[in-house]
T-cell receptor
């Protein structure tokens, strides 16, 4: 499984765009990149998944460069309720074991 | 009703006791997982099962065992609980037939071993 590296924590202000980058230098050809969000004492919740280029849904965008060795989760115009831990996971569908790292603790300030 | 249900939600038990945490799902998924989370840390995979006849150890399986009684049920047992197994435990499910590998998590079980 590809190892992922993310910043431990980030602070932002309400209304700003937040970009969280994840490094995964040994990503394999069949691996997808998935991001989860976790609030305190709750289970993680799926945010977005991608394989290459850009993926966008109603809550976030995921940017993946051509070499796929990193990815960036972009949260537009964050609010206080976006304060959470964000996890980047990398793995192939067939063998997906959902190995979570320590994640990035995002704090949104008023 | 939640798609992934864990019981109990909270449990306090004594050192040396056997305890079982249960997970059931109504999503029809074939894959199920057990994780533990310690304060301020990420989730660590204990066991996972890709179908009823498949059980695999995760990152931290020592001191734990599991049973996949049916596609919808996956139980985690602590044969002889110890204080450092005090943690928040999560069950999760996913569907291997979908290209999107989204996992769905239960509400968690807060276990305290005294």
């Amino acid at each position: 499984l590809a190892k992922t590296t993310q910043p431990i924590s980030m602070d932002s202000y309400e209304g700003q765009e937040v970009n969280i980058t994840c490094s995964h230098n040994n990503i394999a050809t069949n691996d997808y990149i998935t991001w989860y969000q976790q609030f305190p004492s709750q289970g993680p919740r799926f945010i977005i998944q991608g394989y290459k280029t850009k993926v966008t849904n109603e809550v976030a965008s995921l940017f993946i460069p051509a070499d796929r060795k990193s990815s960036t989760l972009s949260l537009p115009r964050v609010s206080l309720s976006d304060t959470a831990v964000y996890y980047c996971l990398v793995g192939a569908v067939r063998t997906y074991k959902y190995i979570f790292g320590t994640g990035t603790r995002l704090k949104v300030l008023a | 009703d939640a798609d992934v249900t864990q019981t109990p939600r909270n449990r306090i038990t004594k050192t040396g006791k056997r305890i079982m945490l249960e997970c059931s799902q109504t999503k029809g998924h074939d894959r199920m997982y057990w994780y533990r989370q310690d304060p301020g840390l990420g989730l660590r995979l204990i066991y996972y099962s890709f179908d009823v006849k498949d059980i695999n150890k995760g990152e931290i399986s020592d001191g734990y065992s599991v049973s996949r009684q049916a596609q919808a049920k996956f139980s985690l047992s602590l044969e002889s609980a110890i204080p450092n197994q005090t943690a928040l435990y999560f069950c999760a499910t996913s569907d291997s037939t979908e290209k999107n590998t989204e996992a769905f998590f239960g509400q968690g079980t807060r276990l305290t071993v005294v």
